[in-house]
C-alpha cells in the first residue's frame, strides 16, 4: 500500500521545495517529482511539514481524566499537527515503579493517536526527595525525568538527581521554582498584580533555581533542560551558561511569546499560568532568545482542566491553559507574517530542534526512511479560534475568537491519517 502526497511544500533539511512524498508501509520512501501511489492527497498549495514535536505536554491519564485522557489529549496534538510529544508524570499515580512506567507506556501506545513518551519523575512524589530507581523507570520505557509542575526545592536532592541522570543518560526537565520565593503568588509581579490586588510571583522563583540548577549541571555533565523559561534574566542565565560549555537546553511557551502581562484584561483565569504571564521586556527577550539559539525549541505546556477548575478567577483557579490545537497557528499568524520570524525557524523550533535535543530519532524530519509522520497544513485559510471545535476536553485558553491563518488539513501519524479537517471547515 503507497500514498502519494502530491504537489506539496515541504520541509526539507531546513529548506522549503515543492515535491511529491511517498509514503509506503509507513515511512517516506521517496521525495520527487511525478511519483505515483495507490492512493494520492493533493497538497497542491499547502505546506507539508514533519509532524510537530512537543516535548511537554500533561494529559492527567491516570487519575484526573475528567480533565483530558490519552485518547482526547492525543486527539487534540493531532489537531495542532504534533505527530511526537511527551507527556509530563505528574498523574495519580506517579509513574515512579517500572510496573507504573510500563503501565503508562501501554495506555500511551494503545491509546494515544500520535506517538507519545512518557517522562519519570526526579524524585518518588513531588513532596518527598527520595529518588526512583532511573535505571529501571528507563528500561521501561521513560523517555527524560521531570516534576513539572512543582520544582526540586532541595539543591542536594538535585544534585544527587543529576549524578544519577547523567549514569543512566537520562535529561532532567525542570519546572524551576523556589517554593518560598514562589509564595503562594498567582500573578506576576508588577504592575498588574498591583492593579488586581493579587498575590505576586517573583521572579526570582524562577531564576534562583535556574540559577542553582545550572551550577549543578556544570558540575555533573548531565543534560539539564529548562521547561518554559519566561523572564530575560532566565535567558541570559542560559546564554551564559551555554558560551561555558554547560549541557543546557531550554524551551519557551508560545503564551509567553504571544502575551505579557499588559495583555490581561482582568481578573480572569484564562490568563493564569505558571510560570505566569512575564512582562513586554521578557517577552521580548524569550523572543530574542529564540532568534540568538539561546532558547532551543518551543513546547506547548498543554495543561487541560474542567471549566469548574478554571474559575474564580487569579485567586482561586488552577494554573494552565491548552496549547496543542492553537500553537501554529498563532505563531504562524503573529510572527511569520509578521516577517518577526521566518517559517523554516518556527518550523524547526516545533520539530527537528525538540526531536534532537531529546534524542528522538525517529521524529521531527522528513527523509527517506523515516516513519511518515506528516502533517499539512493550509497557510492561506483564514480561521478563527473557537473551543467548541477543540478535540482536547480543556477549552481554557486565552487566544480564543482570534483571527488565524495556518489551518492543519490533514495529520500521518506512521503513514496512517489520524486527523483529517472536514470537508466545508
Ligand atoms: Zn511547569
Known amino acids: 500500500m503507497t500514498t502519494v502526497i502530491k504537489n506539496g511544500y515541504l520541509f526539507v533539511g531546513g529548506q522549503i521545495m515543492q515535491a511529491d512524498l511517498l509514503v509506503k508501509d509507513g515511512l517516506i520512501a521517496a521525495i520527487g517529482t511525478s511519483l505515483t501511489g495507490d492512493s494520492v492527497i493533493n497538497a497542491e498549495d499547502k505546506l507539508v511539514s514533519p509532524g510537530l514535536v512537543d516535548v511537554h505536554v500533561h494529559y492527567r491519564d491516570p487519575g484526573q481524566t475528567e480533565k483530558e485522557n490519552v485518547q482526547t489529549g492525543s486527539l487534540a496534538a493531532a489537531h495542532g499537527g504534533f505527530t511526537t510529544v511527551c507527556a509530563m508524570p505528574n498523574v495519580v499515580p506517579v509513574p515512579n515503579t517500572p510496573e507504573l512506567m510500563t503501565k503508562m507506556v501501554r495506555n500511551n501506545d494503545q491509546n494515544g493517536l500520535v506517538h507519545i513518551l512518557q517522562y519519570g519523575p526526579i524524585t518518588i512524589d513531588e513532596d518527598t526527595d527520595e529518588i526512583p530507581d532511573y535505571a529501571q523507570l528507563k528500561k521501561a520505557g521513560c523517555v527524560a525525568l521531570s516534576n513539572d509542575g512543582k520544582g526540586v526545592q532541595n539543591a542536594r536532592t538535585m544534585y544527587l538527581a543529576m549524578q544519577k541522570a547523567q549514569e543512566n543518560n537520562l535529561i532532567i526537565a525542570e519546572h524551576a521554582q523556589d517554593d518560598a520565593l514562589f509564595n503562594h503568588g498567582v500573578i506576576n509581579e508588577g504592575q498588574k498584580a498591583k492593579k488586581l490586588h493579587l498575590a505576586p510571583i517573583t521572579e526570582l522563583a524562577e531564576t534562583t533555581q535556574i540559577a542553582r540548577d545550572l551550577l549543578l549541571a556544570q558540575k555533573t555533565g548531565v543534560h539539564y533542560h529548562v ?76 495543561a487541560p482542566h474542567t471549566a469548574a477548575d478554571k474559575q474564580g478567577g487569579f485567586a482561586k483557579a488552577a494554573f494552565g491553559i491548552v496549547g496543542s490545537e492553537t500553537v501554529f497557528s498563532e505563531l504562524y499568524t503573529k510572527f511569520v507574517k509578521t516577517g518577526i520570524f521566518t517559517l523554516s525557524q518556527l518550523l524547526t523550533w516545533l520539530t527537528i530542534a525538540p526531536a534532537e535535543s531529546f534524542g528522538l530519532k525517529k521524529a521531527g524530519k522528513i527523509a527517506i526512511g523515516q516513519p511518515a509522520d506528516i502533517v499539512i497544513f493550509n497557510l492561506g485559510k483564514k480561521i478563527t479560534i473557537n473551543t467548541a471545535d477543540f478535540k482536547s476536553k480543556g477549552r481554557n485558553t486565552p487566544v480564543k475568537g482570534d483571527t488565524v491563518y495556518g489551518q492543519t488539513v490533514l495529520t500521518m501519524v506512521d503513514g496512517k491519517v489520524v486527523f483529517q479537517i472536514e470537508e466545508n471547515k
Request: hydrophobic share 40%; aromatic share 2%.
Open 227 to 302: 521547561c518554559h523559561v519566561s523572564t530575560a534574566t532566565s535567558v541570559e542565565l542560559i546564554r551564559i551558561a551555554k558560551s561555558r560549555g554547560i549541557n543546557v537546553t531550554c524551551e519557551v511557551a508560545p503564551h509567553h511569546l504571544l502575551l505579557e502581562e499588559e495583555n490581561i484584561t482582568g481578573d480572569d483565569a484564562k490568563f493564569k499560568m505558571n510560570p505566569p504571564l512575564r512582562t513586554k521586556r521578557d517577552q521580548a527577550a524569550l523572543i530574542a532568545g529564540l532568534l540568538d539559539g539561546t532558547i532551543d525549541m518551543i513546547a506547548t505546556d498543554h
